[in-house]
């Protein structure tokens, strides 16, 4: 992948396409009817086209490089990959989906629809994080962290953190339809106004009532279309020769190494036993009667853990 030019693929050019042929059929018709003067109407498409248009997601362009990531656009910056302390992907990711980078310098946000698969830059931005001691886990599992690392030293004892939560990015392809739709309602019902007179009102009405609706939805659209965390708290992990501490959601607990059955990377589907999670791309650990399911959320790679699970289990053999 090292040298490759990734671009993304931004959205809203296709729906604003789709009112843009509205508009020009308006007209078309508007052209062909016997009353012709109604074809201000047609503004409405137009500007709901244009809003999407400027509000569609920009471009961004990035090189691959041998120590950092070299963006061109939206703006130049370039992220190191030693600085890096954290990829972090939504936890129910399909095959095209956001890569959120932490760093010294803040995050950096890369978004799903790219020319080279998610999966494949997923995959080498884990292979280039730093390893990194984790300090500072939940209180539930601190003092079997602190006990095996006293018994065994802290080589031989791995702490996995949750990775930062993925913040959802905002779009303003609604907002952007929404805003055009009110512009467009204002200049609609001027036209209308000046080429019939307009006694009764009814351009005029037409306009402020559009227009009220458009601008009050993209406020709406705004308002909740912020940058938001993911929900749930920040999981953790310790593996030690004695076995596992987890405190993921729900799942709170310790397993020692002679009560584990299997260790599978990914996941698989267990008939007649209780799961414990989904997780298309992370850990299963099977013990009597439970299959529980280490998610792809920790700061390194869920492969990493896997291999250091069975090192530790059943004399490193594979589940």
């Known amino acids: 992948m090292t040298g490759e030019i990734v671009e993304s693929r931004p959205t809203g050019g296709v729906l604003a396409g789709v009112f843009l042929v509205a508009a020009v059929g308006l007209a078309a018709l508007f052209a062909t009817a016997p009353k012709k003067s ?20 920009r471009l961004v362009r990035f090189r691959v490089g041998e120590q950092a990531l070299e963006f061109e656009r939206p703006t130049a910056d370039i992220v190191h990959y030693q600085y890096l302390t954290a990829v972090t992907t939504p936890v129910d990711k399909g095959t095209e989906y956001p890569i959120q980078l932490t760093h010294a310098a803040g995050q950096t946000l890369i978004p799903a629809r790219l020319t080279v698969p998610s999966r494949e830059l997923h995959e080498f931005l884990e292979s280039k994080l730093p390893p ?16 095996q690392i006293a018994k065994f030293g802290r080589e031989r004892v791995f702490t996995y953190l949750g990775r930062p939560k993925m913040l959802q990015p905002r779009s303003y392809r609604g907002v952007g339809g929404m805003l ?26 037409a306009a402020i009532g559009l227009g009220f609706f458009g601008g009050f939805t993209a406020l709406i659209l705004y308002l909740v279309g912020g940058p938001k965390a993911e929900d749930g708290s920040r ?5 030690s020769p004695v076995g ?6 729900d799942t709170k607990g310790k397993l020692r190494w002679d009560e584990v059955k299997g260790i599978e990377h990914p996941p698989v589907k267990r008939m007649g036993t209780a799961r414990t999670g989904n997780s298309r791309y992370g850990v299963g650990i099977l013990v009597a009667g439970a299959y529980i399911v280490i998610k792809d959320q920790y700061h390194r790679p869920a492969r990493e853990i896997y291999d250091v699970l069975c090192e530790f289990w059943n004399d490193g053999r594979p589940g």
């Open 38 to 57: 109604n074809w201000p109407i047609a503004f409405l498409p137009v500007g709901v086209a244009a809003g999407i248009w400027l509000g569609r997601d």
């Open 180 to 205: 055009g739709l009110l512009v467009a309602a204002v200049l609609m019902g001027l036209l209308g106004t000046l080429i019939h007179g307009d006694r009764d009102g009814v351009w005029l009405n």
């Open 132 to 147: 990194e001691e984790v300090d500072d886990v939940p209180a539930a599992i601190t003092p079997f962290r602190d006990e």
């Open 244 to 249: 596992i501490a987890l405190v993921q959601g």
């Open 235 to 239: 999981p953790a992990l310790v593996v």
